[in-house]
């Protein structure tokens, strides 16, 4: 069955940087785009960053320059390099399996001095 495993969150400083992974498996990886959403306490949750099957990224306003998304597809991983975090970046970090609904359990990222 499809599985994602996200990790590496964890607590950082303004300023800090972070990269969080999705290992995936059950699915044809490189055949899909793949995404990252994230959901701050209060707020619904927001689409972060998309990768193409190709490997052609887009990115929300927000993290646009700060952020970025690749993949490894020998791998079937989804990762996602966050450098300048703020505060406001403070959220769990989900993957999701192109635009189906399938999730990883999620990884919380603080962003706090």
């Known amino acids: 069955q499809v599985q994602l495993v996200e990790s590496g969150g964890g607590l950082v400083q303004p300023g800090g940087s972070l990269r969080v992974s999705c290992a995936a498996s059950g699915f044809s990886f490189s055949n899909y785009a793949m995404t990252w959403y994230r959901q701050a306490p209060g707020k619904e949750r927001e689409l972060v960053a998309r990768?193409?099957?190709?490997?052609?990224?887009n990115y929300a306003d927000s993290v646009k320059g700060r952020f970025f998304i690749s993949r490894d597809n020998a791998k079937s991983t989804l990762y996602l390099q966050m450098n300048n975090l703020k505060p406001e970046d403070t959220a769990v970090y989900y993957c999701r399996w192109s635009n189906y609904d399938y999730w990883g359990q999620g990884t919380q990222v603080t962003v706090s001095s």
């Open positions: 990768i193409s099957s190709g490997g052609i990224p």
